[in-house]
């Protein structure tokens, strides 16, 4: 028995929680709007922590952007909104004004595979294969993606509004 197996030895799931929240906060939020990152979130870390005792991998970072990919994906087929623009304050305040610099509004805006390579890659810091493999697609077309979708944020991002 490995010594990630072991229950006497295998981290406690609350610091799974607390070590990856943020990786798996920002590929549910990459993806979807807040309202439903935030189930998606939720019902990430609940899977995760049903199949804990199962888990004999020691990627633990890549196996819950996995699991993350998919909540989001069923929220998306499940017919959730896909618009981020939402009622209420934004997330930051806007500089200058006049501009929107929100990059989760601007990342709703890129074609779906920019979007998954752009997020899994750069925000969750997967390799191009782990995000090929996630996403069904080859490293260099992930690589491609990515490389379109930052060029395509930056655009979005320096963009004057009409």
Do not use: N, Y
Not at 54 to 66: A, I, P
Not at 107 to 121: K, S, T, Y
């Amino acid at each position: 028995m490995t010594a990630s197996t072991d229950p006497a030895t295998k981290e406690p799931f609350e610091r799974v929680v607390q070590a990856h929240g943020d990786v798996v906060w920002k590929v549910c939020r990459g993806l979807l709007p807040q309202h439903d990152a935030e189930d998606a979130w939720s019902e990430t870390f609940l899977a995760a922590m049903r199949a804990w005792d199962r888990f004999d991998g020691d990627r633990v970072r890549g196996w819950l952007v996995t699991i993350a990919h998919r909540k989001a994906l069923d929220v998306l087929r499940a017919g959730a909104r896909v618009e981020t623009r939402e009622d209420g304050p934004p997330d930051r305040a806007v500089e200058p004004p006049g501009r929107d610099l929100d990059l989760w509004a601007a990342l709703a805006r890129l074609p779906a595979a920019q979007r998954a390579a752009v997020v899994h890659h750069h925000l969750a810091g997967l390799p191009h294969a782990d995000v090929a493999a996630l996403t069904g697609s080859t490293p260099a077309a992930v690589r491609k993606a990515a490389s379109d979708g930052v060029r395509r944020l930056r655009a979005l991002m320096t963009e004057e509004p009409r």
